[in-house]
């Protein structure tokens, strides 16, 4: 494939860097310490069941579904050109 000045396997480089990306943000949002009791957003009771299967749960089942469902941008427009980059 025609590339302009990229070099070989510059796309795949994109596209890993991606995948590497996602990956970290997705490690760095685990919970992690204590869980919590109740749901910081909402206030509700977090089973027992929920906080032994996720150490540092802070959100019950619905609040953290409907946080699921927002996107996520990483930031990074990789896929842009460069003059979209300059700007």
Do not use: Y
């Amino acid at each position: 494939m025609a590339t302009g000045w990229a070099p070989d396997g510059a796309v795949q480089d994109q596209i890993d860097d991606t995948v590497a990306d996602a990956v970290k943000r997705a490690r760095a949002h685990i919970p992690k310490g204590e869980s919590a009791m109740q749901c910081v957003e909402c206030g509700e009771d977090i089973p027992q069941a929920r906080r032994q299967a996720v150490p540092g749960v802070k959100l019950c089942i619905e609040c953290q579904s409907e946080r699921d469902k927002r996107p996520v941008f990483s930031g990074i427009n990789r896929r842009g050109s460069k003059d979209s980059q300059l700007r």
